[in-house]
Protein backbone atom coordinates (compact mmCIF):
# COMPACT_ATOMS: atom_id res chain seq x y z
CA UNK A 1 0.00 0.00 0.00
CA UNK A 2 1.11 3.62 -0.83
CA UNK A 3 -0.43 6.74 1.05
CA UNK A 4 0.56 9.79 0.20
CA UNK A 5 1.31 12.35 2.79
CA UNK A 6 0.62 15.37 1.31
CA UNK A 7 -3.01 17.34 1.03
CA UNK A 8 -4.05 16.45 -2.18
CA UNK A 9 -6.77 18.78 -2.64
CA UNK A 10 -4.67 22.00 -1.75
CA UNK A 11 -2.01 20.54 -4.21
CA UNK A 12 -4.34 20.86 -6.57
CA UNK A 13 -5.33 24.24 -5.95
CA UNK A 14 -2.20 25.46 -5.53
CA UNK A 15 0.18 23.62 -7.91
CA UNK A 16 -1.49 21.12 -10.38
CA UNK A 17 -0.88 22.21 -13.93
CA UNK A 18 0.43 25.95 -12.45
CA UNK A 19 4.03 25.11 -10.99
CA UNK A 20 6.59 22.76 -9.94
CA UNK A 21 7.25 21.62 -6.77
CA UNK A 22 8.72 19.01 -4.52
CA UNK A 23 6.95 17.18 -2.56
CA UNK A 24 9.74 15.80 0.17
CA UNK A 25 8.90 12.72 1.69
CA UNK A 26 5.44 12.00 0.04
CA UNK A 27 5.93 8.86 0.91
CA UNK A 28 6.95 7.23 4.15
CA UNK A 29 8.98 4.44 4.11
CA UNK A 30 8.95 3.97 0.33
CA UNK A 31 9.98 0.59 -0.91
CA UNK A 32 10.38 -0.19 -4.60
CA UNK A 33 7.76 -1.93 -6.37
CA UNK A 34 9.77 -3.53 -8.80
CA UNK A 35 13.63 -4.49 -8.94
CA UNK A 36 16.00 -3.56 -11.35
CA UNK A 37 16.70 -7.34 -12.51
CA UNK A 38 12.85 -7.46 -12.90
CA UNK A 39 12.83 -4.40 -15.06
CA UNK A 40 15.24 -5.05 -16.99
CA UNK A 41 13.37 -8.09 -17.70
CA UNK A 42 10.50 -6.41 -19.10
CA UNK A 43 12.60 -4.51 -21.33
CA UNK A 44 13.67 -8.21 -22.69
CA UNK A 45 9.76 -7.93 -24.32
CA UNK A 46 9.07 -7.58 -27.64
CA UNK A 47 6.04 -6.11 -26.87
CA UNK A 48 7.21 -3.48 -24.16
CA UNK A 49 8.22 -0.38 -24.99
CA UNK A 50 11.48 0.32 -23.87
CA UNK A 51 14.81 2.41 -24.69
CA UNK A 52 18.10 3.02 -23.49
CA UNK A 53 19.74 6.21 -23.30
CA UNK A 54 23.33 7.01 -23.24
CA UNK A 55 24.98 9.83 -22.18
CA UNK A 56 28.26 10.87 -23.95
CA UNK A 57 31.22 12.06 -22.35
CA UNK A 58 31.11 15.71 -23.16
CA UNK A 59 27.41 15.36 -21.77
CA UNK A 60 25.98 17.45 -24.31
CA UNK A 61 25.00 14.65 -26.67
CA UNK A 62 22.56 11.75 -25.74
CA UNK A 63 22.33 9.06 -28.15
CA UNK A 64 18.88 6.67 -27.71
CA UNK A 65 18.51 3.09 -28.39
CA UNK A 66 15.14 1.51 -28.99
CA UNK A 67 14.53 -2.20 -27.36
CA UNK A 68 14.24 -4.81 -26.51
CA UNK A 69 17.66 -5.82 -24.90
CA UNK A 70 19.36 -9.01 -24.14
CA UNK A 71 22.32 -7.65 -22.77
CA UNK A 72 23.32 -4.16 -21.04
CA UNK A 73 27.31 -5.49 -20.51
CA UNK A 74 28.06 -3.11 -23.59
CA UNK A 75 26.73 -0.05 -22.02
CA UNK A 76 29.15 -0.04 -18.93
CA UNK A 77 28.83 1.22 -15.62
CA UNK A 78 28.11 4.62 -15.63
CA UNK A 79 26.64 7.40 -18.30
CA UNK A 80 23.59 5.34 -19.17
CA UNK A 81 19.61 5.06 -18.23
CA UNK A 82 17.19 2.15 -19.19
CA UNK A 83 13.41 3.54 -19.53
CA UNK A 84 10.43 1.09 -19.78
CA UNK A 85 6.74 2.31 -20.33
CA UNK A 86 3.29 1.19 -18.97
CA UNK A 87 4.95 -0.72 -16.21
CA UNK A 88 1.67 -0.73 -14.93
CA UNK A 89 0.39 -3.62 -17.64
CA UNK A 90 2.83 -5.75 -17.29
CA UNK A 91 3.50 -5.67 -13.24
CA UNK A 92 0.41 -6.18 -11.10
CA UNK A 93 2.84 -5.50 -7.96
CA UNK A 94 3.23 -1.60 -9.44
CA UNK A 95 -0.85 -0.95 -9.65
CA UNK A 96 -0.53 -0.05 -6.28
CA UNK A 97 1.73 2.86 -6.84
CA UNK A 98 -0.51 4.17 -9.89
CA UNK A 99 -3.46 4.13 -7.23
CA UNK A 100 -2.22 6.79 -4.54
CA UNK A 101 -2.55 8.91 -7.38
CA UNK A 102 -6.14 8.29 -8.48
CA UNK A 103 -6.77 11.52 -6.20
CA UNK A 104 -6.75 12.90 -10.15
CA UNK A 105 -9.27 11.36 -12.78
CA UNK A 106 -8.46 8.34 -14.75
CA UNK A 107 -9.25 9.84 -18.00
CA UNK A 108 -5.91 11.71 -18.04
CA UNK A 109 -3.87 9.33 -16.82
CA UNK A 110 -1.42 7.97 -19.28
CA UNK A 111 1.16 5.18 -17.84
CA UNK A 112 3.59 4.40 -15.15
CA UNK A 113 7.32 4.40 -16.53
CA UNK A 114 10.26 2.97 -15.02
CA UNK A 115 13.65 3.93 -15.44
CA UNK A 116 16.79 2.45 -13.62
CA UNK A 117 20.21 5.13 -14.40
CA UNK A 118 23.89 4.56 -13.57
CA UNK A 119 25.48 7.43 -12.65
CA UNK A 120 25.94 10.16 -14.84
CA UNK A 121 23.07 8.78 -16.38
CA UNK A 122 20.10 10.98 -18.03
CA UNK A 123 18.41 12.02 -20.86
CA UNK A 124 18.98 15.52 -21.05
CA UNK A 125 17.11 18.58 -20.27
CA UNK A 126 14.06 18.64 -21.97
CA UNK A 127 9.95 19.81 -21.98
CA UNK A 128 7.05 17.67 -21.86
CA UNK A 129 3.79 18.25 -23.07
CA UNK A 130 1.81 16.26 -19.89
CA UNK A 131 2.12 16.88 -16.35
CA UNK A 132 4.73 14.31 -14.73
CA UNK A 133 5.09 13.18 -10.81
CA UNK A 134 8.97 11.57 -10.40
CA UNK A 135 8.95 9.29 -7.57
CA UNK A 136 12.15 8.13 -6.14
CA UNK A 137 12.99 5.05 -5.52
CA UNK A 138 16.45 3.62 -4.57
CA UNK A 139 19.50 5.81 -4.80
CA UNK A 140 19.77 9.29 -5.53
CA UNK A 141 19.26 11.87 -8.28
CA UNK A 142 19.81 15.64 -8.74
CA UNK A 143 17.18 17.42 -10.40
CA UNK A 144 17.07 20.46 -12.04
CA UNK A 145 13.45 22.53 -13.14
CA UNK A 146 13.17 25.77 -15.23
CA UNK A 147 10.79 28.62 -15.65
CA UNK A 148 8.39 28.34 -18.80
CA UNK A 149 9.42 30.39 -21.40
CA UNK A 150 10.87 30.64 -25.12
CA UNK A 151 13.68 27.83 -24.91
CA UNK A 152 15.49 26.86 -27.43
CA UNK A 153 15.41 23.66 -28.92
CA UNK A 154 18.60 21.68 -28.99
CA UNK A 155 20.31 21.77 -32.35
CA UNK A 156 17.50 23.73 -33.94
CA UNK A 157 15.59 20.83 -34.39
CA UNK A 158 12.28 22.38 -33.11
CA UNK A 159 10.14 18.36 -33.22
CA UNK A 160 13.14 17.80 -30.15
CA UNK A 161 11.93 17.61 -26.67
CA UNK A 162 15.78 18.54 -25.80
CA UNK A 163 16.07 22.22 -24.95
CA UNK A 164 19.30 23.98 -24.49
CA UNK A 165 20.49 24.42 -20.82
CA UNK A 166 18.27 26.78 -18.67
CA UNK A 167 18.49 29.01 -15.64
CA UNK A 168 16.60 26.74 -12.94
CA UNK A 169 14.22 27.67 -10.29
CA UNK A 170 14.27 24.35 -8.31
CA UNK A 171 17.51 22.30 -7.81
CA UNK A 172 16.98 19.19 -5.71
CA UNK A 173 18.56 15.88 -4.90
CA UNK A 174 15.74 13.06 -4.73
CA UNK A 175 15.70 10.87 -1.78
CA UNK A 176 14.31 7.79 -1.83
CA UNK A 177 9.98 8.36 -1.24
CA UNK A 178 11.13 11.93 -2.24
CA UNK A 179 8.93 13.69 -5.34
CA UNK A 180 8.85 15.93 -8.23
CA UNK A 181 5.88 17.51 -9.76
CA UNK A 182 6.41 19.11 -13.43
CA UNK A 183 3.17 20.92 -15.39
CA UNK A 184 3.78 20.39 -19.15
CA UNK A 185 5.93 23.25 -20.57
CA UNK A 186 8.77 23.11 -17.62
CA UNK A 187 11.94 22.32 -18.73
CA UNK A 188 13.94 19.98 -16.54
CA UNK A 189 16.91 17.47 -16.16
CA UNK A 190 17.84 14.80 -14.03
CA UNK A 191 21.54 13.53 -13.28
CA UNK A 192 22.00 10.00 -11.05
CA UNK A 193 24.32 10.19 -8.50
CA UNK A 194 23.80 6.55 -7.56
CA UNK A 195 22.57 3.50 -9.30
CA UNK A 196 18.68 4.57 -8.92
CA UNK A 197 15.14 3.11 -9.78
CA UNK A 198 12.72 6.38 -10.58
CA UNK A 199 9.02 6.17 -11.39
CA UNK A 200 7.47 8.51 -13.69
CA UNK A 201 3.30 8.80 -13.36
CA UNK A 202 2.48 10.82 -16.31
CA UNK A 203 -1.32 12.08 -16.93
CA UNK A 204 -1.99 13.59 -20.51
CA UNK A 205 -5.02 15.43 -21.89
CA UNK A 206 -5.85 15.10 -26.23
CA UNK A 207 -4.86 17.78 -28.21
CA UNK A 208 -6.79 19.94 -30.53
CA UNK A 209 -5.35 17.62 -33.42
CA UNK A 210 -6.49 14.70 -31.69
CA UNK A 211 -9.79 16.09 -31.03
CA UNK A 212 -10.06 17.56 -34.65
CA UNK A 213 -9.35 14.31 -36.15
CA UNK A 214 -11.48 12.03 -33.86
CA UNK A 215 -14.31 14.42 -34.22
CA UNK A 216 -14.22 14.56 -37.97
CA UNK A 217 -14.06 10.44 -37.91
CA UNK A 218 -17.27 10.61 -35.33
CA UNK A 219 -19.26 12.31 -37.74
CA UNK A 220 -18.46 10.83 -40.78
CA UNK A 221 -18.72 7.23 -39.26
CA UNK A 222 -22.30 8.57 -37.94
CA UNK A 223 -22.93 10.65 -41.18
CA UNK A 224 -23.67 14.04 -39.07
CA UNK A 225 -21.77 17.24 -38.89
CA UNK A 226 -23.75 18.62 -42.77
CA UNK A 227 -24.42 21.92 -41.21
CA UNK A 228 -23.48 24.30 -43.69
CA UNK A 229 -22.54 28.06 -42.91
CA UNK A 230 -25.19 30.65 -44.00
CA UNK A 231 -25.14 34.58 -44.07
CA UNK A 232 -27.41 37.38 -44.58
CA UNK A 233 -24.94 39.97 -45.87
CA UNK A 234 -21.75 39.35 -48.18
CA UNK A 235 -18.57 41.57 -48.45
CA UNK A 236 -18.16 44.33 -51.09
CA UNK A 237 -14.92 42.76 -52.62
CA UNK A 238 -14.96 39.73 -54.57
CA UNK A 239 -11.59 38.16 -53.47
CA UNK A 240 -11.99 38.86 -49.55
CA UNK A 241 -13.40 36.79 -46.84
CA UNK A 242 -14.58 39.19 -44.44
CA UNK A 243 -13.92 38.86 -40.46
CA UNK A 244 -17.64 37.95 -39.76
CA UNK A 245 -17.44 35.06 -42.57
CA UNK A 246 -14.30 33.68 -40.98
CA UNK A 247 -15.94 33.78 -37.25
CA UNK A 248 -19.30 32.42 -38.35
CA UNK A 249 -17.38 29.69 -40.45
CA UNK A 250 -15.44 28.64 -37.66
CA UNK A 251 -18.75 29.06 -34.95
CA UNK A 252 -19.78 25.92 -36.92
CA UNK A 253 -17.34 23.86 -35.14
CA UNK A 254 -18.29 25.46 -31.63
CA UNK A 255 -21.92 24.82 -32.03
CA UNK A 256 -20.98 20.75 -31.95
CA UNK A 257 -19.06 21.43 -28.69
CA UNK A 258 -22.71 22.25 -27.54
CA UNK A 259 -24.12 19.67 -28.84
CA UNK A 260 -22.97 16.23 -26.21
CA UNK A 261 -24.91 14.09 -28.84
CA UNK A 262 -22.44 15.19 -31.25
CA UNK A 263 -19.12 14.66 -29.57
CA UNK A 264 -19.88 12.68 -26.31
CA UNK A 265 -19.00 8.80 -27.90
CA UNK A 266 -16.45 10.38 -29.64
CA UNK A 267 -15.07 11.45 -26.23
CA UNK A 268 -15.46 8.22 -24.15
CA UNK A 269 -13.94 6.36 -26.83
CA UNK A 270 -10.95 8.57 -27.63
CA UNK A 271 -10.23 8.86 -23.50
CA UNK A 272 -10.68 5.84 -22.45
CA UNK A 273 -7.95 4.48 -25.26
CA UNK A 274 -3.90 3.46 -24.05
CA UNK A 275 -1.47 4.95 -25.78
CA UNK A 276 0.33 1.48 -24.86
CA UNK A 277 -0.23 -1.93 -25.38
CA UNK A 278 -2.24 -3.86 -22.76
CA UNK A 279 -1.27 -7.15 -21.56
CA UNK A 280 -4.71 -9.10 -22.61
CA UNK A 281 -5.37 -11.75 -20.25
CA UNK A 282 -7.53 -14.11 -22.11
CA UNK A 283 -8.35 -17.41 -21.15
CA UNK A 284 -8.48 -21.33 -22.98
CA UNK A 285 -11.68 -21.56 -22.82
CA UNK A 286 -14.81 -18.75 -23.14
CA UNK A 287 -17.28 -18.77 -19.88
CA UNK A 288 -20.75 -18.50 -19.96
CA UNK A 289 -23.01 -16.82 -16.71
CA UNK A 290 -23.47 -20.21 -15.64
CA UNK A 291 -19.64 -20.75 -14.73
CA UNK A 292 -18.68 -17.35 -13.44
CA UNK A 293 -21.39 -17.26 -11.35
CA UNK A 294 -20.28 -20.86 -9.36
CA UNK A 295 -16.40 -19.46 -9.54
CA UNK A 296 -17.93 -15.88 -7.95
CA UNK A 297 -20.09 -18.45 -5.70
CA UNK A 298 -16.73 -20.38 -4.65
CA UNK A 299 -14.88 -17.70 -3.49
CA UNK A 300 -13.16 -15.79 -6.95
CA UNK A 301 -12.42 -12.41 -7.31
CA UNK A 302 -12.67 -10.24 -10.29
CA UNK A 303 -9.66 -7.83 -11.30
CA UNK A 304 -8.86 -5.07 -14.12
CA UNK A 305 -5.43 -5.62 -16.24
CA UNK A 306 -3.27 -2.96 -15.66
CA UNK A 307 -3.60 0.20 -17.70
CA UNK A 308 -7.40 -0.63 -18.45
CA UNK A 309 -9.44 2.54 -18.62
CA UNK A 310 -13.36 2.31 -17.63
CA UNK A 311 -14.68 5.68 -17.86
CA UNK A 312 -18.64 7.18 -17.60
CA UNK A 313 -19.85 10.88 -18.85
CA UNK A 314 -21.17 13.29 -16.30
CA UNK A 315 -24.80 13.99 -17.44
CA UNK A 316 -24.78 10.90 -20.05
CA UNK A 317 -28.34 10.41 -21.67
CA UNK A 318 -27.23 7.35 -22.29
CA UNK A 319 -26.81 4.73 -19.61
CA UNK A 320 -22.93 3.52 -20.46
CA UNK A 321 -19.54 2.94 -19.99
CA UNK A 322 -16.49 3.33 -21.93
CA UNK A 323 -13.66 0.69 -22.23
CA UNK A 324 -10.52 0.38 -24.06
CA UNK A 325 -12.12 3.08 -26.85
CA UNK A 326 -15.53 0.68 -27.04
CA UNK A 327 -19.10 1.81 -25.91
CA UNK A 328 -21.05 -0.55 -23.73
CA UNK A 329 -23.93 -0.07 -23.56
CA UNK A 330 -26.30 -0.98 -20.04
CA UNK A 331 -29.78 -0.99 -19.57
CA UNK A 332 -31.55 -1.04 -16.48
CA UNK A 333 -28.35 -0.36 -14.28
CA UNK A 334 -28.64 2.18 -11.83
CA UNK A 335 -26.09 5.38 -11.80
CA UNK A 336 -24.56 3.63 -8.51
CA UNK A 337 -23.83 0.79 -10.46
CA UNK A 338 -22.10 2.83 -13.14
CA UNK A 339 -20.28 4.87 -10.49
CA UNK A 340 -19.16 1.46 -8.38
CA UNK A 341 -18.01 -0.21 -11.77
CA UNK A 342 -15.93 2.85 -13.30
CA UNK A 343 -13.97 3.34 -9.67
CA UNK A 344 -13.47 0.01 -8.50
CA UNK A 345 -10.15 -1.54 -9.78
CA UNK A 346 -10.21 -4.75 -7.96
CA UNK A 347 -13.95 -6.14 -7.74
CA UNK A 348 -13.37 -8.23 -4.61
CA UNK A 349 -15.71 -11.16 -4.54
CA UNK A 350 -18.28 -9.84 -2.37
CA UNK A 351 -18.88 -6.83 -4.32
CA UNK A 352 -18.42 -9.19 -7.48
CA UNK A 353 -21.38 -11.05 -5.91
CA UNK A 354 -23.55 -8.00 -5.94
CA UNK A 355 -23.20 -6.87 -9.15
CA UNK A 356 -23.85 -10.28 -10.55
CA UNK A 357 -27.26 -9.96 -9.03
CA UNK A 358 -28.01 -7.45 -12.24
CA UNK A 359 -28.05 -9.28 -15.31
CA UNK A 360 -26.90 -6.89 -17.48
CA UNK A 361 -23.74 -5.65 -15.32
CA UNK A 362 -23.46 -9.84 -15.20
CA UNK A 363 -23.06 -10.56 -19.17
CA UNK A 364 -20.81 -7.03 -19.10
CA UNK A 365 -18.50 -9.28 -16.72
CA UNK A 366 -18.77 -12.57 -19.15
CA UNK A 367 -17.91 -10.30 -21.72
CA UNK A 368 -15.02 -8.41 -20.63
CA UNK A 369 -13.15 -11.82 -18.74
CA UNK A 370 -13.66 -13.48 -22.28
CA UNK A 371 -12.02 -10.54 -23.98
CA UNK A 372 -9.07 -10.61 -21.64
CA UNK A 373 -9.56 -7.47 -20.26
CA UNK A 374 -10.92 -8.83 -16.85
CA UNK A 375 -9.90 -11.91 -15.08
CA UNK A 376 -10.54 -13.99 -12.09
CA UNK A 377 -8.21 -14.07 -9.17
CA UNK A 378 -8.27 -16.40 -5.81
Given at each position: ?????????????????????????????????????????????????????????????????????????????????????????????????????????????????????????????????????????????????????????????????????????????????????????????????????????????????????????????????????????????????????????????????????????????????NRFELDICEGEEPLDLEELQQVIEDGASILRIGGLKVLRLENDN???????????ALENVTEAELVSFANTVNLDNELAATMFDNLAIAELLVELINQG??????
Amino acid sequence: MYQLTFDTQAFIKKHWQQTPVVLTQAFEDFVDPIAADELAGLACEEEISSRIVVTEANQNQWNVIQGPFEDYDAYGETHWQLLVQAVNHWYPDSQPLVDAFRFLPDWRFDDLMVSFATPLGGVGPHIDNYDVFIIQGEGERRWKVGNKGDHKRRGGDENSPLVEDFEPIIGVVLKKGDVLYIPPGYPHCGETLSLAISYSIGFRAPSQQELLTQLADSLIDNNSGHQRFTSDSEALEPGIVSQEQQQGIMQLLAELATQPEKYQTMLGKLLSQNRFELDICEGEEPLDLEELQQVIEDGASILRIGGLKVLRLENDNISRLFINGEVFALENVTEAELVSFANTVNLDNELAATMFDNLAIAELLVELINQGLYYLAE
